[in-house]
């Protein structure tokens, strides 16, 4: 536990961009996030993470309209948050690097959801797409105050 204390001393950024961006993303699975037609009532998040892997298994994929490659691209950024979640904390640029592209391509995976679904997302999933983009900023974020100390230090 007193690692933990002296980590979230250290990187503030760092620990304040896990705290919100996590927190976010498991509020979301309690909210409601879509709805798969007009007539049905709304899933939660935690119902649309359930289901979407299992679609995209189950649809042949189509030229047009919705096929599994889109629900497998929509539900990819579920593990990328959680990798770049871990690499965030981490004071290295060559992890931190990848910490924001990962939560740069997870916000890019989630808009593929935005694209095709629009009518049907409900508040659930914005809450869950603001946890993307919150981590990838405070990655982003860590990368630039890192570059500002290395030129402060430079000079």
Not at 23 to 33: D, E, H, M, Q, R
Not at 67 to 75: E, I, K, Q
Request: charged fraction near 10%; glycine fraction near 10%; charge should be positive.
């Amino acid at each position: 536990m007193a690692g933990t204390v002296a980590w979230g001393r250290r990187n503030p950024l760092a620990a304040w961009g896990v705290a919100l961006s996590v927190g976010a993303y498991l509020i979301s699975f309690f909210l409601p996030a879509c709805r798969l037609s007009e007539v049905e009532g709304a899933m939660s998040g935690f119902q649309c993470f359930v289901l979407a892997p299992q679609m995209a298994r189950d649809l042949p994929l189509t030229l047009t309209g919705l096929s599994g490659l889109h629900f497998a691209v929509g539900w990819l950024p579920n593990p990328l948050f959680w990798v770049g979640a871990c690499l965030l904390p981490s004071g290295r640029r060559s992890r931190l690097v990848p910490a924001a592209l990962v939560g740069l391509l997870a916000l890019v995976g989630a808009l593929v959801w935005q694209v095709l679904l629009w009518p049907f997302l409900l508040p659930g999933y914005y809450v869950w797409l603001a946890s993307m983009a919150l981590l990838a900023s405070f990655a982003m974020a860590r990368l630039v105050r890192l570059a500002t100390v290395e030129v402060d230090t430079d000079a």
